[in-house]
C-alpha cells in the first residue's frame, strides 16, 4: 500500500521517538496505516491492537489488506489465540479479563487506539492499559483527539510513554493544569504554561498532523442554522422554575434534582430544547433531501432523538449508534457507502463519530451538541478525509434562544485550551462556528439559565 510523504514522515518521527509516540493525526489522515506500516516494516510482532469496540472490524480489514494475519478477541472468557498470529485485535472493555492471557505473549507492540478513553485516573481500563505495556519496548498512542477538555486528560497516556518526564500527577496537575482547591479536595481541571507543555510534548513524545498542514483537500464549511422550538412557553417555564415544572412532568426524579438541581437541570433543557425543536430539525432535513439528490449524514446525542429522525426523516436510512456493534456495523457503513438508494445514515456522535468513514456524503448535520469540541471535529472528519473530493459542509442547528447557545459559548472556550496545548497557539479553534453562532443570533433574547 502507498504512503503519502507525510505519512512516511511520520513513521520516520515515530522511530526518532524509538517506538512511544502519541500519533495525533487528524482524523481521515490514516493513523491506522501507519501505525500497521510502522509495525510490519520493523516487524514488530506479534503487536496487540486495543481499541474501541466500535473499530475492531476496521483495524481486521486494513491490516489483511497488508497481508497481516490477525485475530479479533470477543466476550471476557480468554482462550488461548492461534501460534503465529501477527496481531490480536480486541476492545478495551474486554481487555481487564484477557490481560494476562496477553501479557503471556510477550508482546513486541502495543497500539492504543483512540487513546483519549484512557482518560480518566484510575479507571478499569486505564490500570488494564498500563499493565498491558508495562515492559513492552514498542507502544503507539494514537488519536485524532488525544485532549477533549483539559490537559490533565492526557497525563495517563505521558506517564505510560515518558514516565522520566512525566513523573507525579500531582506535579504535572501543578504546574500545568491551573489546580483550584475546594471542599472535596484540589481539582486539576483547568490549563496553565500551555505554551511550556505544547514544547515539552512536541520534544518528547507528541507527533501532530493537521489535514491543511500536509493534504490538499476540498474545504471543509460550517454553518449554524438557528432554528425554532414549539412551545417556547414550555421552555422557559423549565428554565425559570425548574422544580416546579420537573415535578408536574417527572415527579419520580424530582427527589434526586433536589439533591443536585444544576446539574440535573442542564441535562434536562438540554434533552427539552432537543424535542422542542424537533419539527424545525426534520422539516429542514426533509427539505434538503427532497432539493438534492446526495446523501446525507446526521448526528444526535440521545437515543430518543435518533429513533425519531428515524421515524421522521423521508429516505432510506441507516443507523448506527451504540447498540450496533462488531460486523453489523460495519454492514450498515457499507451500506451507506455503496447503495445509492440509502442516502441518510443516522448517528450517534459518540459511537459513530469514530473509526467510520462516510465519503459517500459530503454534508454533516448536527441536531444536537456534545459537550466536548473535540467529539464534534471528530464526527465532521467521517466525510472530511483521504478520499473526499467535494466541499464538506457541517450544518449545526442549534435551538433558537435555549441552552444550546450557552453550550457553543463553553464548547468554544473547550476548543481554545486544545489549540493551545496541542498545536502552539490559542487561536479561535477548529470550531469558531461557535463564535459565529454568538455573535450571529438575535440581540435580544431571554436570559440563559443555569
Known amino acids: 500500500m502507498r504512503l503519502y510523504p507525510f505519512q512516511r514522515d511520520v513513521i520516520g518521527e515515530i522511530e526518532g521517538f524509538r517506538g512511544k509516540a502519541i500519533c495525533a493525526l487528524d482524523m481521515g489522515l490514516g493513523k491506522t496505516i501507519v501505525a500497521l506500516r510502522y509495525l510490519a516494516d ?3 510482532w506479534p503487536a496487540l491492537i486495543v481499541c474501541p469496540a466500535v473499530v475492531k472490524y476496521h483495524w481486521e480489514r486494513e491490516a489483511e489488506r497488508l497481508g497481516l494475519r490477525t485475530m479479533v478477541l470477543e466476550g471476557t472468557i ?5 501460534k503465529n498470529l501477527k496481531i490480536v ?11 494476562p492471557l496477553l501479557r503471556g505473549l510477550n508482546p513486541a507492540a502495543v497500539v492504543l487506539d483512540e487513546c483519549q478513553a484512557l482518560m480518566s485516573y484510575g479507571s478499569l481500563r486505564t490500570k488494564a492499559s498500563l499493565a498491558l505495556c508495562r515492559g513492552v519496548d514498542c ?15 492526557l497525563f495517563n497516556v505521558l506517564k505510560l510513554l515518558r514516565p522520566n518526564v512525566f513523573p507525579f500527577r ?40 493537521r489535514k491543511a498542514d500536509v493534504l490538499d483537500l476540498p474545504p471543509k464549511l460550517r454553518e449554524v442554522i438557528p432554528v425554532p422550538i414549539v412551545r417556547p412557553d414550555e421552555y422557559y417555564q423549565a428554565r425559570d422554575d425548574f422544580l416546579d415544572w420537573l415535578r408536574r412532568t417527572d415527579p419520580k426524579r424530582i427527589k434526586g434534582a433536589n439533591k443536585a438541581e444544576a446539574l440535573v437541570k442542564i441535562g434536562y433543557l438540554l434533552q427539552l430544547a432537543a424535542r422542542l425543536k424537533l419539527k ?9 433531501l427532497a432539493e438534492t439528490d446526495e446523501k446525507l449524514v446526521v448526528f444526535a446525542v440521545h437515543r430518543k432523538m435518533i429513533e425519531a429522525l428515524a421515524r421522521r426523516c423521508n429516505a432510506a436510512s441507516v443507523v448506527v449508534d451504540g447498540t450496533v456493534t462488531g460486523r453489523a456495523r460495519q454492514a450498515a457503513v457499507d451500506r451507506f457507502q455503496n447503495d445509492k438508494t440509502t442516502r441518510l445514515l443516522i448517528g450517534n456522535i459518540q459511537a459513530a463519530g ?30 472530511h478525509r ?20 450557552k453550550l457553543c459559548r463553553v464548547l468554544q472556550e473547550k476548543q481554545q485550551v486544545l489549540s493551545a496545548v496541542l498545536d502552539g497557539d490559542a487561536g479561535t479553534g477548529r470550531l469558531s462556528v461557535f463564535d459565529q453562532l454568538l455573535r450571529g443570533m438575535g440581540r435580544e433574547r431571554p436570559r440563559l439559565a443555569p
Open 139 to 153: 507502544v503507539l498512542a494514537l488519536s485524532g483527539t488525544p485532549l477533549l477538555n483539559r490537559p490533565m486528560e
Open 386 to 405: 483521504i478520499g473526499t473530493t467535494k466541499t464538506v459542509f457541517a450544518f449545526y442547528l442549534v435551538a433558537h434562544s435555549t441552552i444550546e447557545e
Open 89 to 99: 485485535i480486541l476492545n478495551y472493555d474486554i481487555l481487564r479479563q484477557w490481560l
Open 78 to 82: 480468554p482462550r488461548q489465540p492461534p
Open 42 to 44: 520493523r516487524k514488530k
Open 280 to 288: 424545525s430539525v426534520t422539516d429542514w432535513i426533509n427539505k434538503w
Open 354 to 383: 469514530v473509526g467510520l468513514t462516510l465519503t459517500a456524503a459530503n454534508t454533516v448535520v448536527f441536531t444536537e451538541l456534545a459537550w466536548r469540541p473535540g467529539d464534534h471535529v471528530q464526527a465532521e472528519d467521517r466525510c
Open 170 to 209: 500531582r506535579q504535572f496537575g501543578e504546574r500545568f493544569c491551573k489546580p483550584r482547591w475546594t471542599p472535596w479536595g484540589i481539582k486539576y481541571d483547568g490549563v496553565s504554561h500551555a505554551d511550556e507543555l505544547h514544547s515539552l510534548l512536541t520534544r518528547s513524545c507528541l507527533i501532530r498532523r
